[in-house]
């Protein structure tokens, strides 16, 4: 008989498995990195703020140490041409799939356009120059260089065409290439934790000891036996969206990975792991519990299909691109957003009519978060319909600090 997962399980799991009810959180950095697979870092802000939401008593020089002096955690283009930050022994696994996968379509995409532009009559050969050029920069500098740095020591990057195509945006399409080539890495921010201006910096001289991509069939299997873990259960839909791999390609690693099929309170089929404790009954148990994430922040961005935490609250979440915005919880379910005044002081955007241990649990976690924050301001390129609302025009009354 298959097992059916009910929808508060599912939210249960989230409570317990991501760290982010206040009596489950993780005990440092990167135990929540590995709790949650990945975490996105489109935004940098993002990395330092689903953290703080986590892990008690992390500050930003806590998250700053973990990327750039034990480099335990690192920084890697992957899943859906999206920068995300990767435990150390998972990059094999994302070296093998999804980076070769992006990197594939990326190369063609760029010597196009460079031919297109009339930047190049052959733009792999060009591409190639570039990047002898470039990687021969870095080996002269082990510290790395910025973006800035390196195009000024790239001759191919100052020439009238280029400059005319746009040398910023050359120089980074270079960069992004010769990240998913895996040559180089995102090393040491040289601004604020909530900007991003990297020293680029050779992987080799990044992590020493550089282990070998896995093959693309076990990469998959890796990557989806530790999505279930995460997530699970989940779809096919879910990790063929989160992966931004083929259906095929999916259904083979869900076998590799052994995992198993159960079904959800809808009646969907959906996957768990080999050794889910669902498959033996077992039940996660939680209290009501209350939780503020950040843009684009993994748990939000976990599933397509969504429906189980978000309901109704979709088009207010996320943007028309896709890109989740803030998000309060109560409980499981995503009851609203959160914003900043103008002093940093946090406040929650209700979308549904809080009882008020909701508003309570709510009002603990905004002072959390303001006081983390500390008067920073933390602005996104991915704010959510419900985030730019006038204060005004929203349903309920705000929750603030």
């Given at each position: 008989?298959?097992?059916?997962?009910?929808?508060?399980?599912?939210?249960?799991?989230?409570?317990?498995?991501?760290?982010?009810?206040?009596?489950?959180?993780?005990?440092?950095?990167?135990?929540?990195?590995?709790?949650?697979?990945?975490?996105?870092?489109?935004?940098?802000?993002?990395?330092?703020?689903?953290?703080?939401?986590?892990?008690?008593?992390?500050?930003?020089?806590?998250?700053?140490?973990?990327?750039?002096?034990?480099?335990?955690?690192?920084?890697?283009l992957?899943m859906?041409?999206?920068?995300?930050?990767?435990?150390?022994?998972?990059?094999?696994?994302?070296?093998?799939?999804?980076?070769a996968?992006v990197?594939?379509?990326?190369?063609?995409?760029?010597?196009?356009?460079?031919?297109?532009?009339?930047?190049?009559?052959?733009?792999?050969?060009w591409?190639?120059a570039?990047?002898?050029?470039?990687?021969?920069?870095?080996?002269?500098?082990?510290?790395?260089?910025?973006?800035?740095?390196l195009?000024?020591?790239?001759?191919?990057?100052?020439?009238?065409?280029?400059?005319?195509?746009?040398?910023?945006?050359?120089?980074?399409?270079?960069?992004?290439?010769?990240?998913?080539?895996?040559?180089?890495?995102?090393?040491?921010?040289?601004?604020?934790?909530?900007?991003?201006?990297?020293?680029?910096?050779?992987?080799?001289?990044?992590?020493?000891?550089?282990?070998?991509?896995?093959?693309?069939?076990?990469?998959?299997?890796?990557?989806?036996?530790?999505?279930?873990?995460?997530?699970?259960p989940?779809?096919?839909?879910?990790?063929?969206?989160?992966l931004?791999?083929?259906?095929?390609?999916?259904?083979?690693?869900?076998?590799?990975?052994?995992?198993?099929?159960?079904?959800?309170?809808?009646?969907?089929?959906?996957?768990?792991?080999?050794?889910?404790?669902?498959?033996?009954?077992?039940?996660?148990?939680?209290?009501?519990?209350?939780?503020?994430?950040?843009?684009?922040?993994?748990t939000?961005?976990?599933?397509?299909?969504?429906?189980?935490?978000?309901?109704?609250?979709?088009?207010?979440?996320f943007?028309?691109?896709?890109?989740?915005?803030?998000?309060?919880?109560?409980?499981?379910?995503?009851?609203?957003?959160?914003?900043?005044?103008?002093?940093?002081?946090?406040?929650?955007?209700?979308?549904?009519?809080?009882?008020?241990?909701?508003?309570?649990?709510?009002?603990?976690?905004?002072?959390?978060?303001?006081?983390?924050?500390?008067?920073?301001?933390?602005?996104?390129?991915?704010?959510?319909?419900?985030?730019?609302?006038?204060?005004?025009?929203?349903?309920?009354?705000?929750?603030?600090?």
């Open positions: 008989m298959t097992t059916t997962v009910p929808d508060s399980e599912r939210r249960a799991r989230i409570a317990v498995r991501h760290g982010i009810a206040p009596a489950h959180r993780l005990p440092d950095a990167c135990a929540a990195v590995e709790a949650m697979t990945v975490l996105h870092a489109t935004e940098p802000a993002t990395v330092h703020l689903s953290l703080q939401a986590r892990v008690d008593g992390l500050d930003v020089a806590g998250v700053d140490r973990e990327l750039y002096e034990t480099r335990a955690l690192v920084k890697q992957a859906r041409r999206t920068l995300f930050v990767f435990p150390r022994d998972l990059l094999p696994a994302a070296w093998g799939a999804p980076t996968r990197l594939a379509t990326e190369r063609k995409r760029f010597a196009m356009e460079l031919e297109r532009h009339g930047i190049a009559t052959d733009g792999p050969a591409i190639a570039a990047r002898d050029s470039a990687l021969d920069a870095l080996r002269a500098s082990p510290a790395g260089l910025t973006g800035q740095e195009r000024a020591a790239v001759p191919l990057l100052t020439a009238p065409e280029v400059a005319e195509a746009g040398t910023a945006w050359v120089s980074s399409q270079l960069l992004t290439h010769l990240g998913v080539r895996v040559d180089v890495v995102r090393g040491v921010n040289t601004q604020h934790w909530r900007l991003s201006r990297p020293r680029w910096t050779l992987l080799a001289d990044w992590l020493g000891a550089v282990p070998d991509a896995l093959g693309e069939a076990e990469a998959y299997a890796v990557l989806v036996d530790r999505w279930l873990r995460t997530f699970g989940g779809t096919e839909a879910d990790v063929v969206w989160w931004g791999a083929t259906k095929g390609a999916v259904r083979r690693a869900l076998a590799d990975a052994g995992a198993v099929a159960v079904a959800l309170e809808s009646g969907a089929p959906a996957w768990v792991a080999a050794d889910d404790p669902i498959l033996s009954g077992a039940r996660t148990e939680t209290e009501p519990w209350a939780a503020l994430l950040p843009v684009l922040d993994p939000t961005m976990g599933w397509k299909e969504r429906d189980f935490y978000l309901g109704a609250h979709r088009e207010q979440i943007d028309r691109n896709g890109n989740g915005g803030t998000t309060a919880w109560w409980d499981g379910r995503v009851v609203g957003c959160w914003t900043q005044d103008d002093d940093g002081t946090v406040a929650v955007r209700p979308l549904v009519d809080l009882p008020a241990e909701a508003r309570a649990a709510l009002t603990v976690e905004a002072a959390r978060l303001t006081t983390w924050l500390a008067g920073t301001r933390v602005g996104t390129v991915y704010p959510s319909p419900a985030m730019r609302a006038e204060e005004g025009d929203l349903p309920y009354p705000v929750v603030r600090a």
